[in-house]
């Protein structure tokens, strides 16, 4: 299968270079700039699990000369639009897409784009970034991504994206449930960006002061609501789940939307907690705590762009 990744940054980097490490036709759809850096340096990947270094297939959105089977999508969800047009001449009838997001409105954005059926459901769990070189470091044990028919079906198409994307020295798997992890990862990730945001803290500090963790368990109840609310594949012990990792987690644990604000750069204050208070609002769901943390991004993004 012909592979195509949106980006060559921390997330997309380094899946599509375990891929590429594996053999792979895999290619990736990037910017200029980034083009030129890769081309000179190649791909890199630092981590723990073994380093990489490879030159990689490049393109960019001007050369739509070809189609791809797979489309790994990367981006932060406000690139989510552009990267969607530069898609267009990319994808086949059969092309199935992969979104590789937090949150879960950016499938209704693509399905503006694309057919629903070509939509598949994705999520990972990585902590990695771009250093000064463009190199990718990767320094945890967390290297995850997950995969499935949204309908939890097991296809002729999704066993044969399965067979290509295992075994590679990423830790991928196929999931019957992905709409149910990807909701349980958008709760935590509200959760967990939320709180550290708001605090300007690592989870550690938050959790053993008492008002910082009532003020957690709080946004657990709130978030957790507003996924029922709309009958969200939650399950039922979810709650006890969030606290559960929320307490066992490190101590210096930080949000990538904290270190983002920490770094001065854009954040996806609409597309994670502006679409959960959409959802709440329209089923009258209180929620103060989501509320202040709104505001607080809000008006992070608002001095960012003054």
């Known amino acids: ?60 959105a001007s050369e739509k000369d070809q189609v791809f089977d797979v489309i ?83 296809t002729e198409r999704i066993e044969r994206l399965d067979s290509v994307l295992r075994d590679s020295g990423a830790a991928i798997r196929l999931s019957d449930q992905i709409m149910q992890e990807m909701w349980h990862k958008y709760l935590f990730i509200s959760t967990m960006s939320g709180v550290t945001s708001l605090f300007r803290s690592s989870i550690g500090p938050i959790r053993e002061q008492e008002e910082g963790r009532k003020v957690m368990l709080q946004l657990i109840e709130e978030v957790n609501a507003i996924a029922v609310s709309v009958n969200a594949p939650v399950s039922p012990d979810i709650k006890e789940n969030l606290s559960a990792k929320l307490t066992e987690i490190g101590y210096g644990m930080k949000s990538s939307l904290q270190r983002d604000m920490e770094k001065g750069s854009l954040i996806e204050a609409e597309h994670l907690f502006g679409n959960l208070l959409n959802i709440a609002k329209e089923n009258d769901v209180q929620t103060p705590i989501l509320n202040v943390i709104y505001a607080n991004l809000k008006i992070y993004e608002k001095n960012l762009h003054s």
């Open 1 to 60: 299968m012909k592979l195509l990744v949106v980006g060559a940054g921390a997330v997309g980097g380094y899946f599509g270079g375990r891929l590429a490490e594996k053999g792979e036709d895999v290619t990736f759809l990037v910017r200029e700039n980034r083009k030129k850096q890769l081309e000179e340096s190649g791909l890199i990947i630092k981590s723990i699990h073994g380093d990489v270094e490879l030159q990689p297939k490049l393109i960019t």
């Open 72 to 154: 790994f999508i990367s981006t932060k969800a406000y690139h989510l639009d552009e990267a969607l047009v530069d898609l267009k001449g990319f994808v086949h009838e059969d092309t199935l897409i992969l979104p590789m997001l937090n949150g879960i409105s950016q499938l209704e954005k693509m399905e503006e784009y694309f057919p629903k059926d070509n939509i598949l459901g994705g999520l990972c769990f990585i902590e990695a970034t771009l250093n000064e070189g463009g190199h990718i470091v990767q320094t945890s044990s967390i290297h995850e991504l997950v995969f499935g028919e949204r309908s939890g079906e097991r």
